[in-house]
């Protein structure tokens, strides 16, 4: 079945640091994919999409290009801040399964000052 | 804000009582959802109903029995819960349900429910 690997963390940068977060994918069909994003004590929001391959979704400063030869959503941001400490999570949608929605096990980011 | 809304944000209860988790949506979505998530995993997906219709269950305990009223409000009611229920009850919606649904689903906070 499909499924979503990413590193697991948790990740500890200082304020400013750039980051990455790898994701990678395995599908049988044609996904769409996500970032989510879950701050202590509340429920997952959007952080970006792209739905089909070489999109790049970005937000916020974060940036994901959808990469179908080495199936991979990789996130990026140039300088994170403190504000920016906590679960991100990879997640792909495939039409093929219909409501098919898998998550990865999701990446703590701490942010210190 | 977020667009769908959960009651109530907070819930302790008794593994005898009978309790109610309520998600309310105003975008026009045809698909909403019922997740479970413990701490430091990722969500679990419980119910799916699609265009009011309840499309996939997850081999979920009976204890937990969705609803869907009409097509903006979603309820999940609990019965003689174990301790180990306790976790981050989760709701979402879709635009569109079934095999048209490859849009990003749209949270609420969720409910935190201890069950003692």
């Known amino acids: 079945g499909d499924s979503v690997t990413q590193m697991e963390g948790p990740v500890t940068l200082s304020e400013e640091a750039f980051l990455t977060i790898n994701c990678t994918y395995t599908a049988t069909g044609y996904p769409s994919l996500f970032w989510y994003v879950q701050y202590p004590g509340e429920g997952l929001q959007l952080l970006l999409k792209?739905?089909?391959?070489?999109d790049k979704g970005s937000n916020k400063g974060f940036e994901a290009t959808y990469r179908k030869e080495t199936t991979s959503f990789h996130l990026e941001k140039g300088s994170v801040q403190v504000s920016d400490s906590a679960v991100y999570f990879c997640a792909l949608s495939d039409s093929n399964y219909g409501q098919n929605f898998v998550f990865g096990p999701g990446t703590r980011l701490s942010v210190l000052p | 804000d977020t667009e769908v809304t959960q009651t109530p944000k907070h819930l302790v209860m008794g593994m005898t009582n009978k309790k109610s988790l309520k998600c309310e949506q105003h975008m026009g979505h045809r698909a909403m959802y019922w997740y479970k998530q413990k701490a430091k995993k990722p969500p679990e997906l419980m119910f799916v109903?699609?265009?009011?219709?309840?499309?996939i269950n997850e081999s979920v305990p009976s204890r937990f029995s969705p609803e869907c009223p009409n097509s903006s409000l979603l309820n999940l009611h609990l019965h003689a819960l174990q301790p180990e229920d306790s976790a981050l009850y989760l709701c979402?919606?879709?635009?569109?349900?079934?095999?048209?649904?490859?849009?990003?689903?749209?949270f609420g906070e969720g409910s935190r429910l201890t069950v003692l």
């Open positions: 979402a919606s879709s635009a569109r349900g079934g095999r048209d649904n490859t849009g990003e689903l749209f």
């Open positions: 792209a739905t089909k391959a070489d």
């Open positions: 109903y699609s265009y009011e219709k309840l499309s």
